[in-house]
């Protein structure tokens, strides 16, 4: 199974002892006590490579655009739900060792083990043969990302500039009101409105709440001629 999705994903690790520890979740770990390892350090580490690798990528990739521009951006490609979905592209829930808990509970689709995961993966690949493989690892899926989150304006934090606007023009702050909530714990989606007052200025969806509530920012700043 390993063999497979290294192949699917592009990988190639020296050692794959270091791929199997990325891929084991602390449930795994509580319930097979052979193991002594999880990839919670992993993580940690491929956290702070990912930074790097990213900051450096947006450097190279836009030599024009401003420190404040690159800031934003990268934060948009490093955030939990966009590295979840370089996940969830390449297979990572399939081959995650969960607990059984973890997994009937829909813990392989989930945005925070995906991220972590996949985190992990970028740590391991790192100790086993350096920065390069980590970069023709990551790179072609941050050129992908990074064009579309560019197209669509999604490295906006949509909140903060609606809060900026509503209480520079409006005097007041805007709240977020959960409408509903909808489908299998593993595969919800929310609906929010981003009210003012008791006016609503925009509805959002999305898998999990924050990803709703900036929809529906997004569609309220549409309303008002911001995006």
């Not at 560019?150 to 709240?175: C, F, I, M, R, Y």
Request: charged share 25%; proline share 3%; hydrophobic share 40%.
């Amino acid at each position: 199974m390993l063999d497979s999705f290294q192949q699917r994903a592009g990988l190639r690790f020296a050692d794959p002892s270091f791929l199997r520890r990325a891929l084991v979740h602390r449930s795994y770990l509580n319930e097979h006590p052979e193991e002594n390892q999880d990839n919670e350090r992993l993580e940690f580490l491929g956290d702070a490579v990912l930074d790097f690798v990213t900051g450096a990528f947006l450097y190279n990739r836009f030599p024009e655009m401003s420190e404040g521009a690159l800031t934003r951006l990268r934060a948009a490609l490093v955030r939990t739900e966009q590295l979840a979905e370089f996940a969830a592209r390449l297979g990572v829930g399939e081959v995650m060792r969960l607990g059984r808990g973890e997994s009937d509970a829909g813990g392989r689709a989930r945005d925070r083990l995906l991220c972590a995961t996949f985190e992990a993966i970028v740590g391991a690949l790192y100790l086993d043969s350096g920065l390069q493989p980590v970069r023709q690892f990551v790179e072609p899926l941050l050129d992908e990302a990074a064009d579309r989150i560019l197209e669509t304006q999604a490295d906006v934090d949509a909140k903060s500039l609606l809060q900026e606007w509503a209480q520079a023009e409006l005097g007041q702050t805007p709240h977020y009101h959960t409408v509903t909530a909808s489908g299998p714990d593993h595969a919800k989606q929310f609906t929010v409105e981003a009210r003012i007052g008791s006016e609503v200025y925009g509805v959002g969806t999305g898998r999990n709440k924050q990803i709703a509530a900036q929809s529906a920012a997004e569609e309220a700043l549409k309303r008002v001629g911001l995006l």
